[in-house]
């Protein structure tokens, strides 16, 4: 992470100017480094998205490459021609190795009464020690046997009158059987690992480890020896997965690879993950930052892209005098899809559900899997009873909301956001 000042330089080099290739060189002799030199260098080049190249272009890659400078440009356009009603990438943004992998280069989409789009370079949000994962049960670990005997559906918890005080206590049985049979995971993210951090450098490390206890304990000659040997081999290891990952991750490099893949790999080289949470929101032209202020952001932001305010007048209208129409649950009919619910019918939902993530109430699919038969012919029962007596459990009608940023979007924007809503496995089963 950074932790020293950075200087910023910002340079306007005339098009019809000669610059001298002197006068850069001294600018950069200069300047306090780490530095970084913003500006409009009226150079045409396809190494920063231009279509052909000028003399201009050809001294602004030659002072890049004798300065061993980065170029943080994307490809995007950053200025538009009005005569001739066409686009141009002239302002760049040089910097330090050092300082490559902690920004993101971003062209606003307006141009504010100029001829030239605003430039932002965005922070990389590194992950903090403080961010928090939800706790999600550890199902390798789990006790099944044991979750089983517990987790026992009877007859009297389904035959219940109220429907909703019934599927709060299956709800409830189930999930203190999970509580008391499945470990659960802590509260921080795994620590992120180099790119070429493999199984061979977690075995040699963890042969460290024992080598360093055994030798803290009784620290002979021999332990001593031990530990320094498995210290030497998991060095070598490590240079030798470096080394191979290097030379793998070069031999890739082509046209076809974009400046944004190259650059995410160079950050996951350095160890630079994206925070695994929203870190600020934008609202009214102001940032947000307090989480339950971003929550009630972003609940606006779905509210007003779900609102009923979006429909077209005739359509709106068709929809509230269809509303209107009560359903009819009952028929005459003899078909299938009127007939109760089977349990093999139970069984083949169960063997073929996608193993997704649990809604407000904790149960997942993996539970409802190790169910015994008793069990589930009794949570059959209660399925059976939703459709005959039409009550939608109220618990059921709540979910959890996960905000998916879209690809190449401000992330900033609450409106960019996909909302993916997590809701109860039985429902859904």
């Not at 082509?254 to 080289?269: I, Q």
């Not at 892209?305 to 509303?323: D, G, Q, V």
């Amino acid at each position: 992470m950074l932790s020293n000042l950075v200087t910023v330089c910002t340079l306007y080099l005339p098009p019809s100017t000669s610059v001298n290739d002197r006068d850069l060189d001294r600018l950069v002799d200069e300047l306090p480094t780490p530095f970084i030199i913003i500006g409009d260098f009226n150079g045409h080049s396809p190494v920063w998205g231009s279509k052909n190249t000028n003399t201009r272009g050809r001294q602004i890659e030659e002072f890049v490459n004798t300065h061993s400078l980065c170029l943080l440009n994307n490809g995007e356009d950053t200025y538009f021609h009005q005569r001739s009603r066409t686009f141009h990438s002239l302002d760049l943004a040089l910097c330090t190795p050092s300082l490559a992998p902690y920004f993101n280069f971003r062209v606003g989409v307006d141009l504010r009464d100029s001829d030239h789009f605003p430039i932002f370079l965005d922070r990389v949000n590194v992950g903090s020690n403080d961010a928090q994962r939800p706790i999600r049960y550890l199902f390798h670990r789990a006790d099944w046997t044991n979750f089983t005997l517990r987790a026992l559906i009877t007859r009297n918890m389904v035959e219940g009158e109220n429907l909703n005080e019934v599927v709060n206590l299956v709800t409830k049985t189930i999930i203190s059987a999970a509580y008391a049979s499945i470990p659960k995971s802590g509260l921080s993210f795994p620590k992120n690992r180099k790119p070429w951090w493999n199984k061979y450098c977690t075995d040699t490390n963890r042969d460290q480890r024992r080598a360093w206890n055994v030798f803290r304990r009784h620290p002979t000659s021999a332990n001593q020896i031990a530990f320094q040997r498995a210290k030497s081999i998991v060095l070598w290891a490590r240079r030798k997965s470096e080394r191979g990952h290097w030379i793998k991750f070069v031999s890739i490099i082509n046209s076809s690879v974009t400046a944004k893949d190259m650059w995410e790999n160079v950050r996951r080289a350095c160890g630079i993950y994206p925070e695994k949470r929203i870190s600020c929101l934008r609202k009214n032209g102001q940032g947000v930052r307090n989480i339950s202020e971003m929550v009630d952001v972003l609940a606006e932001a779905f509210a007003s892209i779900c609102s009923a305010s979006n429909y077209t007048e005739p359509f709106l209208t068709h929809k509230n005098r269809m509303e209107r129409i009560k359903l009819r649950f009952q028929t005459t009919k003899h078909l299938s899809y009127n007939s109760d619910l089977t349990i093999f019918e139970l069984h083949t939902a169960l063997s073929v559900i996608k193993h997704t993530s649990p809604g407000p109430d904790e149960v997942t699919y993996s539970m409802l899997q190790h169910l015994s038969e008793h069990s589930l012919l009794n949570i059959l029962y209660m399925f059976n009873r939703i459709w005959k007596e039409h009550v939608f459990p109220d618990c059921w009608k709540h979910a959890f909301i996960i905000p998916i940023p879209k690809p190449g979007k401000d992330p900033q924007d609450p409106l960019i956001y996909r909302p993916i809503a997590l809701t109860s496995c039985m429902c859904k089963l």
